[in-house]
């Protein structure tokens, strides 16, 4: 959208072009894009109703109309109308889920900004956040696949190359793309540590590694946030603090029975590294985890055993004072109130507080030092602990301070508004996908290869005839290959497989948490067996944690790990059109015993594994 389309937009006596957010005709300070920073803030701060300022504090999921007209929405499964949260609870950051395709979604955008300038006393525009969405896995509770957007690996596949610029590259990519759509703050990276072997969300970090963690994690911030926080930029949130990877047995506290965090390795401070340095280089915000320290100390006092968010040693005693952060604190998603979809309803992430009335959780998060409730929608139990007194109003003026001033420095005041007619021009361009492709492609790993008649097998020369019932055949005669329908048939095959976990679905969002054991099923060891018998074989696992690749391993010539890549990349990383440079960002177990044995805050603490972190081979 265009100034000129946007009536709020008008000029001041002097010349200085401001939108009229209050709609009183003149250019108020916090209305001047001329004044520092703080100053708009104080300003804005000082005329705010405790309404507005309780909406700030809540961070809640929406979906996009499929028509992209705002309204057309289907129903929020029992939680207030977009209007209600918008218009009536001044609810103004959105976590973006479903997305149509962006022409559709930037004129939705456009709408929304318009509906909250209408609808607040003071025109607080809203900010627009999103989990990943630019690899391969789809999980409505933490990552979306890239659809509209190029796509890259995971970001385990960017630790596997280990390249800053590489990551600097995507996330610039990402930025334009997230900023073509409206799209202003990134609920990511994930700097958690990948040490326990089961745990789910592996592939979202960048490995076990803390320092190539804290490494790509500022590259990453700079390629989001464009050196420093402006009308161009996308705000980070660094997640999960302390450090989400220590899970006891590797469940998930998403889930009741994943709540515990155990440090039997005495590595607390290990997992901090990453935090540290992004603290330091100024990230925007930051969301602590689930999951409830089980038998923690810090500074020789035992450490309450309550979930991170509700946690005032963690929150305001290390991350506040010790570290020195006064940045944006917003809790993970459903503290306080339980969650449906689909048909399958999570309760509340109140691990140690479950106990708690609504109102004493929303008072214990604020104690705790948190800014924002995220996934949330409840601002009215705020207001209640003010009136009741239970809080002073003063504590939440210093929340919705740090959370202007996020606004403030991202322009979204000045202009929310997005380009409806570049929307497409700017999202999935050639040259972003054959990054992403090549990206993808270069984090490919080479475990294994074997010699083939006196030589090695890898890399692929053109002309072979390839059998694989996972690869399109399109794929591989672009790749120069032949598809062949029989083993019998074929030079080599090249098997894709999925690393192990257990299917569960009780609870909702579980069954897209790969979870549990990390051994294949007799089935799969047995058709790799099968085909070995006939022709040498390639396999291919898709690592989005640790596979024990043990009982595969001997039947395998060659062995190429893939951290979410097209058939495409794969082929162009297997025949060298582009060299794979992958090496594992986490250590690859030989047994289940081995994990269960294994502490989980200690990284590559399995006995005797079948590949070490840092392993890969050169074709």
């Not at 909406?55 to 939680?79: I, Q």
């Not at 104690?367 to 409840?378: P, Y």
């Not at 009136?387 to 202009?415: C, M, W």
Request: glycine content about 8%; charged content about 25%; some cysteine.
């Amino acid at each position: 959208m265009s100034v000129e389309t946007a009536p709020e937009f008008q000029r001041a006596p002097d010349g200085t072009l401001f939108r009229d957010l209050n709609g009183n005709g003149i250019m108020d300070p916090y209305e001047n894009p001329g004044l520092p920073v703080a100053e708009r803030v104080e300003d804005l701060l000082s005329r705010l109703s405790l309404e507005e300022k309780a909406g700030l504090m809540f961070h809640t999921m929406v979906s996009a109309a499929e028509s992209g007209n705002l309204g057309d929405e289907t129903s929020r499964a029992g939680r207030a109308t977009l209007q209600e949260v918008v218009a009536d609870k001044f609810v103004n950051h959105l976590n973006f889920h479903f997305v149509p395709e962006p022409r559709l979604a930037s004129r939705w955008v456009n709408e929304l900004q318009r509906l909250a300038m209408n609808s607040s006393p003071h025109g607080i525009p809203v900010t627009l956040s999103t989990d990943p969405r630019h690899s391969f896995i789809e999980n409505w509770g933490a990552s979306f696949t890239a659809e509209y957007f190029s796509a890259w690996p995971e970001p385990l596949g960017l630790a596997a190359v280990r390249d800053e610029q590489l990551v600097r590259e995507f996330a610039a990519i990402a930025r334009a793309e997230y900023t073509a759509i409206g799209i202003r703050a990134a609920l990511h990276p994930t700097i958690d540590l990948a040490t326990e072997p089961r745990w789910a969300r592996q592939y979202s970090t960048f490995g076990q590694d803390n320092e190539l963690v804290a490494r790509l994690a500022l590259a990453y911030l700079d390629g989001f946030e464009d050196q420093h926080l402006g009308d161009r930029s996308v705000a980070c949130m660094a997640k999960h603090f302390p450090g989400g990877g220590p899970q006891r047995d590797g469940e998930d506290p998403h889930f009741p029975y994943g709540r515990e965090q155990v440090y039997p390795g005495g590595m607390f401070d290990h997992h901090l590294e990453p935090f540290k340095r992004v603290i330091a280089h100024g990230v925007t915000a930051i969301m602590p985890y689930y999951g409830m320290p089980i038998g923690l100390e810090l500074d020789g006092e035992p450490v309450e055993e309550v979930g991170f968010g509700f946690n005032r040693q963690v929150i305001t005693g290390l991350l506040r004072e010790k570290l020195g952060y006064d940045g944006v604190v917003c809790t993970d998603w459903s503290l306080v109130t339980e969650s449906r979809l689909h048909g399958r309803q999570l309760p509340p992430r109140a691990w140690g507080v479950e106990h708690l009335s609504e109102k004493e959780r929303v008072l214990k998060v604020i104690e705790a030092g948190c800014d924002q409730f995220g996934g949330e929608e409840c601002p009215e139990l705020v207001i209640e602990l003010v009136r009741e007194g239970q809080l002073t109003e003063e504590r939440i003026d210093i929340s919705a301070r740090r959370l202007l001033k996020v606004k403030f420095e991202l322009g979204l005041f000045d202009n929310p508004y997005v380009d409806e007619e570049q929307a497409e021009q700017r999202t999935g361009l050639p040259e972003y996908v054959a990054a992403g492709q090549r990206a993808q492609a270069r984090s490919v790993t080479i475990l294994k290869n074997a010699s083939n008649n006196g030589a090695a097998l890898l890399p692929l020369a053109p002309g072979l005839r390839v059998y694989s019932g996972e690869m399109s055949a399109d794929a591989l005669a672009e790749a120069g290959f032949t598809a062949a329908a029989d083993p019998a048939d074929a030079d080599v095959a090249i098997a894709r497989v999925a690393a192990p976990f257990e299917l569960r679905d009780h609870y909702m969002l579980e069954s897209s948490f790969h979870a549990g054991s990390l051994e294949f099923d007799s089935g799969t060891i047995s058709r790799i067996e099968e085909l070995a018998a006939v022709i040498p074989v390639i396999l291919v696992p898709h690592l989005d944690r640790p596979a024990i690749l043990a009982p595969l391993e001997p039947h395998c010539t060659a062995i190429a790990a893939v951290y979410g890549a097209s058939d495409t990349a794969v082929l162009q990383a297997l025949t060298g059109a582009v060299p794979p440079e992958g090496r594992l960002p986490f250590q690859l177990p030989r047994s289940e015993a081995a994990v269960v044995a294994s502490r989980p805050d200690v990284p590559g603490d399995t006995k005797d594994a079948l590949y070490e972190c840092g392993f890969g081979l050169e074709l």
